[in-house]
């Protein structure tokens, strides 16, 4: 028994050693100096930014950098945002995807075997996790929270474990623990795969013994169980997104969603819908394209993030995606294998087992139909559920799609082991075994050669047709903003990817005619697991390389005179781009500024008007916008009240457009710097060049409001007049400045010329300090986004804050010279319960590797009825 527990924890080591050794192959540029993996929802100038500097960002986040600035969700006690403040940002970009892959790997090992499952089987299924498309793409993407999120899941069903594994209440907390850190990793996502997890409490509960209601009772009490301790977990995450992501957000709080109308409402939470055509790239990773900019006819050409009725009127997004679900073909049969024959009448599986299989394909099934999301009816369902419309994009249901297939592979891996791989020698040679084994095959193996065949020959139909339909593709494609070169690029591209998976589905059908057969190698039945893993790993190997885009960080957030001349003291300005830009200057000037706001700006502290994606928007950000940029002749009240004094546009609408139309009275805007680029948009450097003769500029606004300023003229008014008055050319709000919801607010001393002043001496994210004085009772304005978490303090005493000019932060100041602070300090209590979560959670995890050390031989009865 001991020899046999020591074989065990040596396949895991050789398991994690040949993940590891995979991993830095695939990620082996990490080790380079200079060079960083793409990530598009967390680069580097956004991980290095001051906002969420570690371990400060544990206790609030606030985005100083875009618009006025925001609160962000705090940095959980979780995974990835520990091994940000363990590596730092630089390592962090370097190193967090591949660190998520061999956790996802070592997670889905330990769920197999916790099923029962056969050491091997778990290795090709820990292989097949890490290389699925969906986490692979998902991280390359910049979202390695959904591998460790994954991974946790995989964590909480190897926990509870099936009917037959003796699982004591606390692997049901340690289930639930591992559904809160999955919750906390992956928010919404996690969310949605906690309801799979829930969902299979009570199934595993059913199974066992006794009566249906007494089961019932028991998966609902062990369901309780496992969603409190999530709860208790993730308290601070799910704190933390109430307040920053549904409290008074358009369109997602329940009050706010009244004031849409539902198709609105509808057509943004499912904008990200998968197409049902393209549920094929499950079996074909390329055939829809890979990522936007995939080079060689690699470019995305699907409709996922399509707004909806762009067909009609062609505004908004044709589409949008960066990330594929690839399973594998390998990994599709023999989860398809599984499928069938848990309900065959000689099963190789036992009835709890084949019960199992059958969840896992309930699972997969509903998960894809709900993925469909506005292109099938069955989301509605969901959707209508309470609070549930806050979940946006019916395709993150793709992801509980992706581990019930895993699930059902490894199913099929152990199925097959059992009936054909336990016994049996080396047979005589290949040619013999198969001209021996076919006509005693049993039915149901021919059925599958047969079957097998059929689908290679319906691919290879399909790949014909497919490849005769190129004018018709080439014309859609060109419809839709393809050029025809490009066009053409994609169809080859998509023929050569249908290709290569139909000669993987014919390997995988010569493998599974080797296992059934009898076949074994000279070396034994070892060839068969590893030529298995080999097909796994070519297969989806290829298929993920597209997904790996690196860049040299150096070259990339080099500065030049723009961005120098922007992070000159970034907290007394901001900058916008000028959105009057149209033609092929202003598609250059958008891709310019973008790639500014999303990295230099970070990277260098420069503050900007602009968002970089605001999918939930407060609903004062709405109405203030939209109030002041609902025309052109606004722009500039805009740029005054939001301390904007520079625009990024072009050098021709300085005074043609800027100076003559928009501002033709007092003419306010000036080039700054005249400038061109060179180079490539996306991860290569851009060049600046400045000259007289650039067709961009900065532009500089010469009438801004100060950052802060000191104001003796005040009045006290409702939002709405609020707006009103801010957006009317008759006010002035160089001289009064308008204030909401004061108590106790003296009138305003009338007086003109009082003396007044005011300097920032400490400008940081969440701390902001200034020094003024002033010989009358004034307001300050600090012309950033209030927040009722920002705390006040005057000459070191609290004091109320004051919501001024609709949305900036304010303070009353009696007569005097004054220490002024403003500190932004949400609330934490939910990061210490989710401290404290952990630590439980990691004792009981220590307790109960403690007590299998203790008890080798209850272990080792677990492990021989587990998987009933």
Known sequence: MSGKNNAQKSAFYIFLGLIVVLVCLFFYKSFAPGQTLFSNDGPLGIVASEALEMPDAFFGIWQHLNWVGKP????????????????????????????????????????????????????????????????FSNACWGLASLTLTISCVLLAIGAIGTAKTKTGWINYVLAGFAVGMAVMEGFDKGAILSLFVAAYVVWVSMQGEGKPGSRLLLGIGRTAVVAVCAAFLSAHTILTLISTQIEGVEGV??????????????????????????ALRLVVPGLFGYRMDTPDGGAYWGTVGQTPGWQQHHRGTPRFSGSGFYAGVFTVIIALWAAINSFGKTSVYSAGERNLIRFWICAFVIALLFAFGRHAPFYRLFYELPFFSTIRNPIKFIHPMTVSMLLLFGY??????????????????????????????????????????????????????????????????????????AAREIHAFSLMEIGWSILFLALTAFWLVLVMSGYRPAGGKIWIFVFAGILITADLARANTPW?????????????????????????????????????????????????????????????????????????????????????????????LTNTRYLIGLKAHVDMLLNQRIDPLKKRFSTHTAFGVSGVRGSERLSVNVTEDGPLALIEFNDPLPRAAVYTDWRVVNDATALETLADPAFNPDNTVLVADANNLPTPPGVTNAESSVQITSYESKKITLTATNSAPSILLLNDNFDPDWNLTVDGEPAEALRCNYLMRGAFLDPGEHQISFEYAPPVRGFYVSVIAIVIALGLIGLTAFSSRRNPVNQQRKRKHAGG
């Open 253 to 278: 709080s329940e009050t706010t969603q009244t004031e849409q109308t539902s198709q609105e409402q509808w057509n943004w939470a499912t904008q990200w819908s998968l197409p049902k055509a393209e």
């Open 548 to 640: 790996i885009v690196y860049y040299n960080y150096k070259d990339k957030y080099a500065s030049n005179e723009i961005l120098d001349t922007l992070r000159q003291e970034p907290f007394k300005h901001r900058v916008a781009m000028l959105p009057l830009s149209g033609g092929q200057a202003g598609q250059l000037l958008s891709g310019v500024y973008q790639q500014w706001l999303q990295h230099h700006f970070q990277y260098y502290g420069i503050q900007s008007l602009d968002v970089i994606q605001m999918p939930r928007a407060p609903k004062e950000y709405n109405a203030f916008m939209g109030k002041l940029m609902s025309g052109a002749e606004r722009l500039p009240r805009l740029w005054k």
């Open 72 to 135: 962000e969700t705090n940095a959980a006690p979780n995974i990835s945002w520990t091994l940000l403040w363990v590596l730092g940002p630089v390592l962090y970009s370097k190193f967090l995807v591949p660190i998520s892959f061999i956790f996802l790997g070592v997670c889905a090992w330990i769920c197999i075997r916790r099923l029962g499952m056969n050491p091997w089987v778990a290795g090709l299924v820990g292989l097949a996790a890490i290389l699925n498309s969906d986490s």
């Open 412 to 485: 099929g891996l152990e199925g097959l082991r059992r009936r054909y791989l336990e016994t049996g020698n080396a047979s005589e040679g290949l040619s013999n075994t198969l001209r021996n084994w076919w006509p005693t095959a049993k039915p149901q193996e021919k059925r599958w050669v047969l079957g097998l065949c059929v689908a290679i020959g319906f691919a290879l139909l399909g790949l014909l047709v497919y490849a005769s339909a190129g004018t018709e593709l080439i014309r859609y494609l060109s419809s839709t903003g393809f050029s025809e070169t």
